[in-house]
């Protein structure tokens, strides 16, 4: 591995991955092979379920030291135990599956039980009643219900099992939408989804109730596979490959690990039998429907195929699960943006029904301008870096046109392959062993609307891990689980590789030149783009030790898990190309304020004219090298589950999260800096003024956890079950950037503002935009001398670890073998969450006026503050129903009514609180909000055909046509999630999120009930107006709730015998939105952009088609 950890000298992360795959490769096999020699091992619950219950006799005596055998049936694996004292019996570390058991006692008829499926994170729970006679003489007894009780388990979620996986539709075939299936799940809005923003992938987060996304723990059997830049999902298996998973997101027992929520993926293993499936998913654009607002069809090819396949290679002792899936995708979506005209372009803005003013002719006596003749700008006027610029924009049709003005079809390219290969083995009937293999290579590009303005995205993982279940005795379990996870997530502007751009156009002092800067223009869509390359490579190891000893009517568990991580980040250049900002300033009349101060006059100007004259209102450049960092976190637990009486669990145990921070590697140390607030000036790690780890480890992080379940005995059918627990989220390594990032030589970024105040511009583009940066050189006097605007970031030393504290109350009920409901109630607060604040930000007044000579340290462009003093709450009812396959019929459906509100700047660099040292102005719903929300899902075996209830003896060419469908659908509906209104930035104050003025409500049913016809309008803008020059905002962030959903997916299966059962062909027929409804996106929630403010221009996709066929076997 050392040419892997010390390969971080290329330039560019995008050119280096892909020679690195298969060295890994060989190395991980090498890896494997010595792990399986040397250890002896097992593992933790997550990944697995258990099953125990008790055992008595006709008397209801319990019965003490009966054998019972649990079975595998697919493989023929056997388990044994034994029930103690008190008649208790425990299989723990069940892998998911099929099973059988049976009970054996001298004087006692045995007894089996078959077809108990045991699924991922279940504690199943059985009741055996022996009668007396041989036991020779076996007794079948009737299994649980289909719809099993959560009799011992206090754990609320749910289990997406092994048919919906298959037979669901799946759009693009990523399991994790089926995720959604449960209770209270929501989208990410696109505004608050960091990993998205910098490095691609929106399909690999999802938010789960009440937990933040960045809390949301992934695991594939068992392993954590979650991502350490904003807890994304590291790897993302096929369907091929998945056999179910379970959501849970309430009360987690400490062996599940540490965060408040976790999706916990089992994959597929052999049997003593071969089977496997080879397919092929198609779309097109003959298939799909035109989106709402494009003006004809959008391209589309998307191929996804691939093969799986598992079986025996020793029967009953070894066996093989292995896949590999390909896509292939070109897409043209439909793109719309509102921009500039051509005769804009030119100077002229005759037509804009704005008066332009010429900042030449600013006179002081009058403290006014004038006009340009005719509203137009000469051509030698232009600034010749504006000219340079606009080969990079495009100009629309007609101011007129309302919502867009210009349309296109940016063509995006995505290839993504996986493999992998799962082993299990028997070594005997007291040791189990699995390991497993997967590799990932997911490129794409995704160009913009505008030319150079898109993204190049790089997405590849590569995990190794085995396992081993070692029951020491009837009564006593160990296991271990060891694994290596590299996962690369890389994300770089569509420019990387084409040269050094900027220095063409005349833009210097940026920290690459491969691009074109950010230009956003108040009321008009932004081109270019901010980023150079952004992401992280990480490897990760992980080593998860626990020990479960049952002893009466206890079941006793502990262990600890350790995990290793070493990573190379570059998080610092979100803005590495820098970011310019336009508003009708300086092509506007001035007239007093209400302090007195000139100001733009509205309705006068415009912010395109600005950019003709290079006179920008503020400005931004920040970057950063790739930075090695190194952490550990350490977590031992102890948990019980102790039967207090036959139908009374109590379910307890604590943990201790231990996580050092992320250090800094090599000469990165010396860059640690913080923020002296007694003096104003940055210390140093590389001067000795602090330590080199950026924050004290958190040593205090115990989390307690306790819950009771209840099965009474009067209400046999019925559980009820209550619970709380401490829950805590590790550090996400984005900000990890904070104390190495902007400030430290090399590094420190700079910004600067146009006082909207002042006549004549400071900072004109081709003249001195952007700043030159501050020294290269780390010297006693570096903080002293930094230059004015300049960009730095710090991180508290204090910084405290994110905790959650959770509770519940539930009750479930079973009408039948296959009916059952239950009525949640969930609660949890979280604490010490991350937030971002400028330091230097001013200190408004009780009116809410930004004054500059108000700001603290007036030297800092910018002093971006990391700490934990976030904090959010969550309420919510959930009502589920199953009706699990009886007749071939299964059906789901959840409820949930909630309300998520948070005071932190939710996971995005654009998202920081208007009012940096005032949470509270800001609190309100959380992004990801939604109040009620339904989803259900349906899979129906007809039961037509040969051998079915309905024409069982049709001849066989009758039966092609009518026999084995299948329909199976998932229906959502939703209010919408918050739209986040923004205003333009009038406050001096950079990267924050700027908030109109609330003069009304806003909120319109007359509106949002009448879009069609009225142009688009979600709700009243006129409520919403942009503040004064040098004034925040006093609206809330979120106060206005978008579009809800109402979505149906249909899928049509229809499957022909090749050979007896064993060989079948399965054609598929899927559509997503199948009623082609409108699904409207957010709308507009700038206030600065005129009469689009409030419109909506986007829909979510329209009517989708997938076709597909599937050979099984």
Known sequence: MDLLLKNNESSSALMKIRGLTGVLTVRILILLVIVAAGLALGQTNLGVGSIGGSIRDESNAVVAGARVILTEESKGFVRDSESDSGGAFLFPSVIAGSYSLRVEKPGFSSVRMNDLTIVVGEQASVEITLHVGEVQTTIAVTTPTATKLDAESNTIGSIVDSARVRELPLNGRNFLQLAKLTAGTSDISPASNLFTSNVGSPDRMVVLPGTLPNSVSYSLNGIDITGSRDGELAVSPSPAAVDQFAVQYSFLMPDQGTCPAVVNIVTKSGSNQFHGEAFEFLRNRNLDARSFFSPGPEDLKRNQFGVAAGGPLWKDRVWFHGFYEGLREISSFSGAGYSPTREMFEGNFAGTGHILYDPATYDPSSGTRQPFPGNFILPSRINQVAKNLLKYYLPGSSLARHPSNIQGNPRNTLDDDQEGLRLDAALSTRHQLFSQIFKQSSPSDQPGLYPLSGLLYLNDSELAMIQHVWAVSPHTVNSLRISFLRNVAIGGNQSQGLGPILNSIGISNTFESSGVTAINLQGYSPFGRSNGEVGNRDNTWQLSESFTYTRARHNFAFGAVVLYRRGWHVDGNSLALGSLSFQPTFT????????????????????????????????????????????????????????????????????WYVETPPEPQGQAKDAVHGFDSSTGLLIFAGLRQMNSQPFATDKNNFAPRVGLAWKPDFLTSTVIRAAAGVYYSPFRWSLAYYPVGAGSPNRAGASFTNAQTSPLPSYVMGLNVFPVPPAATLTSNYAANLPPGTVATALNPTFRTAYVNQWNFSIQHSFSRSDSMELDYLGSAGHKLANVLDLSQCQPTANLFCSPAARPWPRYGLLLYADSSGNSSY????????????LGFDLGFEYTFAKALTDSYQSSLSIFNQISKCRSCSKGPATFDVRHRAVGSLIWDMPFGRGQRFGGHLPRWVDLAVGRWTLSAITTFATGQPVTLTAPNQTGSAL?????????????????????????????????????????GNSGPTVINGPGLNNWDVGVLKAFLLVGESVKLQLRGEMFNAWNHAQFAQPNGNAGAGANFGRISATRPPRLVQIAVKLLW
Request: glycine share 8%; proline share 7%; with cysteine.
């Open 875 to 886: 309420e919510a009812d959930v009502a589920k129903y199953e009706h699990r396959a009886a």
């Open 992 to 1032: 924050i999120t700027p908030l109109p003025n609330r003069v009304c409500d806003g909120r319109s049913d007359r509106l949002s009930g009448n879009i069609r016809n009225n142009g688009f309008m979600w709700f009243d803008s006129t409520c919403f107006v942009v503040p004064d020059v040098g004034y925040f």
């Open 588 to 655: 506007a009349q001035l007239t007093p304020n209400a302090q007195g101060l000139l100001a733009p006059e509205a309705n006068t100007g415009d912010s395109f004219a600005d950019f003709l004259l290079g006179t920008p209102v503020t400005g931004l450049v920040t970057g950063a090298p790739e930075t090695q960092y190194r952490s550990t976190q350490v977590v031992p637990f102890f948990q019980d589950s102790w039967r207090l009486t036959p139908t009374l669990t109590l379910n307890y145990g604590l943990s």
